[in-house]
């Protein structure tokens, strides 16, 4: 069974482009986080989606960032117009359900904008 | 809002020495607390999942205890290798985690 997929797994973009990250759960789980981790802080909760559902947006940035996860394929992180201080890892995590169930992370992706 | 806090920072200790990690959190209505390790540009590995209900949690040479009344959770690790050197992380939430900053161990062979 393998784990949580993130592709890719380094990105460079130059500030003014879109990026745009995947993410593919585990096989069985219906339910995807995003978190992001700026260099040198903890880990933050960006968005918690389910199939097709947005549940929760709270940690997601007002502008520039969308998140989805279609019925089928992988979930989309999306920033668009990057600047600098978007450079961060990416990290997206899966879970069989909500609340108490464990969550399971991605390798990550890290974003560079130059 | 959940706050988390992990002491020490970072750790360093000589090969085979026991050693205790301590994560507290100010919200005690929790459902669950994770431990996961984090190697330098890796992503996160779980090491142990308490749910609310449960106080300790073990697999192999790790014990993770939970202690709602006071906010407390520790990661326990006996026999430290060189293999565990790592940044151990907590955290807590309902779906929406909400982690420690992570203490930083170094094992001396």
């Known amino acids: 069974n393998a784990g949580v997929m993130q592709n890719p797994r380094h990105l460079v973009r130059r500030r003014g482009q879109e990026a745009r990250l995947r993410c593919s759960p585990m096989?069985?789980?219906?339910?995807v986080y995003w978190y992001r981790q700026l260099p040198e802080e903890g880990l933050k909760f960006m968005v918690y989606?389910?199939?097709?559902?947005?549940?929760?947006e709270s940690g997601m940035p007002k502008e520039r960032f969308s998140a989805e996860f279609p019925k089928e394929g992988p979930s989309i992180l999306r920033i668009q117009q990057v600047v600098r201080g978007d450079s961060a890892a990416y990290f997206c995590?899966?879970?069989?359900?909500?609340?108490?169930?464990?969550?399971?992370f991605g390798p990550g992706t890290r974003l560079t904008v130059t | 809002k959940q706050e988390v806090t992990q002491i020490p920072a970072a750790l360093s200790v000589p090969e085979g020495e026991n050693l205790v990690l301590n994560c507290s959190f100010t919200d005690s209505a929790i459902y669950n607390l994770q431990w996961f390790r984090q190697d330098p540009g890796k992503g996160l590995t779980s090491l142990l999942l308490?749910?609310?209900?449960?106080r300790e949690q073990t697999s192999g040479r790790l014990n993770a205890s939970l202690d709602k009344s006071s906010g407390r959770s520790t990661l326990y690790i006996a026999a430290s290798q060189p293999g565990d050197s790592a940044t151990y992380l907590c955290?807590?939430?309902?779906?929406?985690?909400?982690f420690g900053t992570g203490t930083r161990l170094t094992v001396i062979p």
């Open positions: 989606l389910q199939k097709e559902n947005i549940i929760d």
């Open positions: 096989k069985g789980h219906s339910h």
């Open positions: 995590a899966s879970s069989q359900g909500s609340q108490s169930y464990e969550q399971y």
């Open positions: 955290a807590t939430g309902a779906n929406n985690l909400f």
């Open positions: 308490i749910q609310s209900s449960q």
